[in-house]
């Protein structure tokens, strides 16, 4: 059934899958996972935010209570930060212990994607288009 794939992260072992680690109750969509500099895992949720796997235990991010909704993307930069699109909220933007709310103007609260570029421009995509954030 369609919760049962839903509620597992699944290993392939180069012959068949097998269940890797098991994440909440069977209604939590997992959206996205990117691996982050360090190697560790990073779950888009919907609902629930984001979590960090370090090891066998997950982590909040950016931090608890920050992201209440969905999370669609998260993107780990050349300078550590990380990215967090949401589906209502716009951008969260994480530096070290310092959380950042990005407005985007127009319809861009949908967050789909992060790229970073070789001058460090993040190039954003939202449902009101592509946006850019130069690095400061």
Same mark, same amino acid.
Request: net charge neutral.
């Given at each position: 059934?369609?919760? #049962? ?6 290993? &392939? ?25 360090? !190697? ?7 609902? !629930?935010? +984001?979590?960090?796997? $370090? ?8 931090? $608890? ?15 550590? #930060? ?25 319809? +861009?609260? &949908? ?7 070789? $001058? ?17």
């Amino acid at each position: 059934t369609r919760n #049962r794939y839903y509620k597992y992260v699944r290993k &392939w072992d180069f012959e068949e899958f097998n269940i890797f680690v098991e994440y909440g109750s069977n209604t939590v969509d997992v959206l996205q996972i990117e691996q982050k500099r360090a !190697g560790n895992l990073m779950f888009s949720l919907n609902p !629930g935010g +984001a979590k960090l796997l $370090e090891g066998s235990t997950y982590k909040q991010m950016p931090a $608890e209570g920050a992201v209440t909704g969905p999370v669609i993307s998260t993107y780990e930069d050349s300078r550590n #930060r990380t990215w967090i699109g949401t589906m209502s909220k716009g951008i969260i933007l994480q530096e070290g212990n310092t959380i950042k709310e990005i407005t985007l103007s127009g319809q +861009a609260d &949908w967050t789909n994607e992060f790229l970073e570029d070789k $001058e460090g421009t993040i190039w954003i995509s939202c449902a009101a288009g592509i946006f850019r954030y130069r690095k400061n």
